[in-house]
């Protein structure tokens, strides 16, 4: 069977399968996560030695220090993923809930109700753990997914699909309501962007050049994450021990992720006290890449060029700017954010209220790490992706946001005049 046919297929049981698991009750699809659990806890050391496989080929492809944290799992990160699985558990079920409802004067009663999407294309480079979260997510909020991993997270995807599989069976869902992908072969994703007929949303989640290319050839409508330039301000009424602790957990805790911070603005009031916020960065090797005045402070930092405030770093690299105030410090990230999280420390609630009102951003902290950009920490139990579109959903993307809605209108024989 070709490429083609083979997604073809993919697309014609994933569009049968939604209808029937659009009937699956809530318990019946918590069934089917707590034998996911059960199943991945078993089956432990296969998922591991498949993920030693992708692990052992980046080393021969060279791939970079963040891809290979990206691709990495371990006996705490499989943890991560159980407790993920069980917070969705929990997650009321998004479908069949009544979002509104009304009646007319002639006695039309309304209500908007809510339903799935119904087939989801998830299309995603080296992180093996968006397996878990995205198939779980869909079929808790009802819906079906054809999943595309990168040929970097191949084998580790495939061992976690088995799993899934066998789970979702042993719960009685419908056969096919997650399917993969089983080629690395970059034409499958050409063919599976024009099956409109069959799948409803695709979502991308991998760097910029993936985006691009979905963007621009998908016949389906895309939930798109683009890349995470994000931004921490520390404005003139900062309490400098917060901003010590935030900026350093935005830039550190996970460099490689959407949520780290890439550029640091300060304002120059408090120019003075920088060191103390870079210090503890230098220590941790995290490269600085800084304006003039940031360059005069320390022999290692080096110059910021313009093309430093519009990337991605994804790595141990920050770049440093002083603004005079939080106005500049404002239209630097409208000028350079990809519009995913801003955080800004200050104890000035009318400086927050201004930032927060001109930033054009998904996500606004105030006094805290970019790094709780996460569905997990939103309390969505996990994340498809974070969505960085107005339309449709805006910011981690969780079960309910996987879902759209119908009108249902109860009559008496009422006729239109």
């Known amino acids: 069977m070709s490429i083609k046919q083979n997604i073809l297929e993919l697309g014609k049981k994933a569009k049968k399968a939604s209808f029937e698991m659009k009937l699956c009750s809530n318990d019946q699809k918590n069934s089917a996560l707590s034998f996911l659990i059960k199943n991945i806890s078993k089956n432990k050391d296969?998922?591991?030695?498949?993920?030693?496989?992708?692990?052992?080929n980046g080393k021969k492809k060279s791939l970079s220090n963040p891809l290979m944290n990206r691709l990495t799992l371990t006996d705490k990160s499989i943890e991560g993923l159980i407790v993920s699985i069980e917070d969705i558990i929990g997650i009321p079920d998004p479908i069949g809930l009544t979002l509104e409802e009304w009646e007319r004067p002639n006695g039309?009663?309304?209500?908007k109700i809510s339903t799935p999407l119904g087939v989801l294309g998830v299309i995603y480079e080296s992180r093996p753990n968006v397996t878990i979260d995205a198939s779980c997510l869909s079929i808790k909020s009802g819906n079906c997914i054809i999943l595309r991993g990168g040929s970097d997270s191949?084998?580790?995807?495939?061992?976690?699909?088995?799993?899934?599989?066998?789970?979702?069976?042993?719960a009685g869902l419908p056969n096919h309501c997650v399917q993969m992908i089983d080629t690395p072969?970059?034409?499958a994703v050409d063919y599976l962007l024009g099956m409109q007929n069959y799948i409803d949303v695709v979502i991308p989640r991998g760097g910029k050049g993936l985006i691009e290319k979905i963007?621009?050839?998908?016949?389906?409508?895309?939930?798109?994450?683009?890349?995470g330039i994000c931004h921490v301000f520390?404005?003139?009424?900062?309490?400098?021990?917060?901003?010590?602790?935030?900026?350093?957990?935005?830039?550190?805790?996970?460099?490689?992720?959407?949520?780290?911070?890439?550029?640091?603005?300060i304002d120059s009031s408090i120019k003075d006290k920088s060191m103390r916020i870079l210090s503890p960065l230098k220590e941790a090797n995290c490269e600085i890449r800084g304006d003039e005045f940031i360059k005069?402070?320390?022999?290692?930092?080096?110059i910021a060029d313009e093309n430093d405030w519009s990337l991605e770093y994804l790595d141990k690299i920050l770049s440093v700017k002083i603004v005079s105030g939080v106005e500049e410090a404002i239209n630097h990230i409208n000028n350079y954010s990809s519009g995913h999280t801003e955080s800004i420390i200050t104890n000035n609630n009318e400086t927050f209220k201004n930032f927060y009102n001109k930033i054009d951003s998904a996500i606004i902290l105030k006094n805290a790490s970019t790094q709780f950009a996460d569905g997990g920490e939103f309390g969505f139990g996990a994340e498809i992706g974070i969505s960085t579109d107005k339309i449709h959903v805006r910011g981690p993307v969780g079960t309910k946001h996987l879902t759209t809605f119908k009108y249902v209108v109860d009559g008496n024989g009422q006729e239109r005049p």
Do not use: W, Y
Not at 108 to 111: P, S, T, V
């Open 154 to 170: 191949f084998h580790s995807s495939k061992e976690l699909v088995k799993n899934i599989i066998q789970s979702f069976n042993e």
């Open 215 to 227: 963007n621009s050839l998908s016949k389906i409508p895309v939930i798109k994450h683009l890349d």
């Open 185 to 187: 072969d970059r034409e």
């Open 46 to 56: 296969k998922i591991l030695a498949a993920n030693n496989v992708d692990l052992e």
């Open 296 to 302: 005069s402070l320390d022999k290692n930092f080096k």
């Open 234 to 265: 520390i404005d003139k009424d900062a309490d400098l021990n917060i901003a010590e602790k935030v900026v350093f957990n935005s830039k550190m805790r996970r460099p490689e992720i959407c949520g780290a911070a890439e550029t640091l603005l």
């Open 108 to 111: 039309l009663k309304f209500r």
